[in-house]
């Protein structure tokens, strides 16, 4: 026996090869379950225990030689043994996949874009659960307790227990946020909005919705005026006009509607502005005294202000999309008119 192991490891010093497919034939031949060191080891089992300790050694230096040189071979080979070319270009797309290339959607380009201008102005972006209590949703937010917003006309209540719902609106997240952080806040908050609504051209169950809010020592209405249209300038373009239009919320104290100067007419009035002029953008406030004594800010030292718009209405907007639906079907021949958009 001790002369056929120094054979095979006479046979495991002078293999030589370059090539992946005979190395890994080699190693096979030598340490797979059927090979050759494995079959020595095998019998070595059954010699006799007064050459067991020699055989043994003789054994393992055989199988750590052939171990040895499987691996510096495969090294030298260039692990798979495959040479790359180096010119090329390993980010190219697959053959034929160009037409399958996804693209954004549009919803999320308008997000991105809103997101994008208002943290050049310093906001961060602030997240919460789609799945509310009442209270992030209306009570925190100053809704009265007989408040129709809480009917089950518009919330969607989970298991039909009244304090787990979908948030109706992205306003949840200024609780959450004003619940945990210490003013100046500068935040800005987009995601999914749930309301129980029949789907139609202009109304859906799902959309989404952008939120903002700013708190600090001496905010004032003037401040939120000026962001909305820095906001409205660059969404819209630099000739971009807003007015506002007083209007109610629970949460805010005075409250505005935002209207933008119809970027299809110029203002002068058109069918999208209905003769107008003036396309609705948004609802927007100076942040109630009940809200910030809610979540633990006091209005005496702190003020602030409010915003919430529609992601779906500003893409309609943006990109001349009439009807609603088409956000949420996912036809690809709608999606790929957006390949290029930003
Ligand atoms: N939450 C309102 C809605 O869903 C939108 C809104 C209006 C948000 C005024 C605000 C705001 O923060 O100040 O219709």
């Known amino acids: 026996m001790k002369e056929k192991i120094n054979q095979v490891m006479a046979q495991v010093e002078a293999f030589q090869s370059r090539a992946a497919g005979e190395i890994e034939e080699f190693r096979v031949r030598m340490l797979g379950k059927k090979g050759v060191v494995t079959g020595l080891m095998e ?24 171990m040895e040189r499987v691996n510096e071979l495969k090294a030298a080979a260039g692990g798979s043994g495959v040479q790359v070319e180096e010119t ?24 991105n874009r809103i997101v994008d201008i208002f943290e050049r102005m310093g906001y961060t972006v602030a997240d919460g659960p789609e799945i509310e209590d009442d209270r992030h949703v209306f009570t925190a937010l100053n809704f009265a307790p007989e408040h129709p917003a809480r009917d089950m006309q518009d919330t969607f209540f989970v298991e ?12 949840s997240i200024q609780v959450r946020v004003m619940e945990t952080t210490e003013p100046p806040i500068r935040v800005i908050c987009p995601g ?19 939120e903002g809010l700013y708190v600090d020592e001496g905010v004032s209405f003037a401040d939120l005026k000026q962001t909305l249209l820095h906001f409205a300038r660059e969404m819209f373009g630099p ?31 058109c069918p999208v502005c209905k003769g107008t002029g003036w396309l609705e953008v948004m609802g927007c406030g100076m942040v109630d005294p009940n809200v910030l004594k809610e979540c633990g800010i006091d209005p005496e030292r702190y003020s602030g202000f409010a915003f919430g718009m529609g992601v779906e209405r500003i893409a309609m907007l943006r990109y001349g999309v009439g009807d ?19």
């Open 43 to 66: 019998e070595f089992r059954a010699a006799a225990p007064e050459v067991k300790r020699e055989l043994g050694q003789r054994l393992n230096e055989l199988k750590n030689k052939a």
């Open 88 to 111: 090329e270009d390993m980010t190219r797309p697959g053959e034929g996949t160009a037409e399958a290339t996804g693209s954004r959607h549009p919803i999320s380009l308008v997000r």
């Open 160 to 171: 039909k227990d009244p304090d787990v719902l979908l948030r109706t609106h992205t306003s």
């Open 192 to 210: 999914r909005v749930f309301r129980n609504e029949a789907i139609s051209y202009r109304a859906h169950c799902i959309f989404h919705q952008v």
């Open 239 to 269: 000739e971009t006009k807003i007015r506002l239009r007083p209007s109610y919320f629970p949460f805010t104290e005075p409250s505005g509607e935002v209207d933008v100067s119809c970027n299809l007419c110029g203002g002068k009035g």
């Open 324 to 342: 609603l639906r088409l956000y949420f079907e996912n036809d690809v021949r709608f999606l790929h008119q957006f390949d290029a958009a930003i």
